[in-house]
């Protein structure tokens, strides 16, 4: 049974943390905070099959739900991707319900999909000990499909409609950049396109989520109907962590911040 898609599937308030470090040792130190579900970042992030392995085996003793994000929507590596151990999976820029309907083949062994079968030598179905991996698999996938674009706000109806499709994840930066506000996802356009986007997703029935600017945006998407939210990065909790500290002591002995 895989938690994590049960939970947003009944609308219970899951909270994430991206990792983009692309490190076993600081994804093991985030597993221990108390997350439900930490993304792995393979788009953006220096992240390969060998070092998305290397932090699922870390991560793999905590009661939290490893997601990947995909660098883009390919039947190969969602395949390598899921091989490794990966059930979850996010697709970025999906603008249409035949890229969406192409993740779902993907993700699905023959005949409801197109997965290549290599039971026998994937970590996914512990190296063919799991006898019934290949017929009961789908039952724990879920399949996050992420909308960062006019197009997909557009194509939302028909994205949700897509049998296979758990959950419809809004991405703030490429959609600001999309609708004319680069950099600015704070921007009134923008803002009242995701809260439309939200409201489109719930009356679809599909779990919504999205990747919060900060604490105070979290709360207020999750009182939006967001079932799960990334409230932050790994990277921004070190950089801004180690900002805030040197500022803090800067300013205990009477010096200005250099």
């Avoid at 991996?133 to 960062?148: F, G, N, P, W």
């Avoid at 719930?202 to 604490?215: H, M, N, P, S, V």
């Avoid at 801004?240 to 250099?258: C, Y």
Wanted: glycine fraction near 8%.
């Amino acid at each position: 049974m895989n938690p994590f898609k049960q939970a947003i599937a009944e609308r219970r308030t899951q909270l994430g943390l991206w990792q983009a470090l692309a490190n076993p040792y600081t994804a093991e130190i985030c597993a221990g905070a108390g997350y439900d579900w930490l993304l792995f970042d393979g788009e953006h992030a220096p992240n390969t099959v060998p070092s998305l392995l290397a932090q699922l085996q870390a991560v793999a003793a905590y009661p939290l739900e490893p997601v990947a994000r995909l660098p883009l929507c390919d039947p190969a590596i969602i395949k390598q991707y899921m091989d490794i151990g990966f059930r979850t999976l996010m697709m970025p820029m999906v603008d249409s319900a035949d890229q969406a309907r192409l993740a779902v083949s993907a993700m699905r062994f023959p005949p409801q999909g197109v997965r290549g079968v290599a039971s026998a030598t994937s970590r996914a179905s512990g190296f063919g000990r799991h006898r019934d991996y290949l017929t009961s698999a789908h039952e724990d996938h879920c399949l996050i499909v992420q909308i960062e674009s006019r197009a997909g706000l557009a194509a939302i109806e028909a994205i949700a409609a897509v049998d296979g499709v758990d959950a419809i994840f809004i991405g703030p930066g490429d959609l600001s950049a999309s609708l004319g506000h680069l950099g600015a996802p704070r921007h009134p356009a923008v803002q009242a396109a995701i809260a439309d986007a939200l409201t489109g997703i719930r009356a679809t029935g599909k779990a919504a989520g999205i990747f919060a600017l900060d604490a105070e945006d979290a709360a207020a998407r999750l009182s939006e109907g967001a079932s799960f939210v990334s409230i932050g990065t790994d990277v921004s909790l070190l950089s801004r962590g180690s900002e805030a500290l040197r500022e803090a002591v800067l300013i205990s002995i009477g010096k200005d911040r250099k």
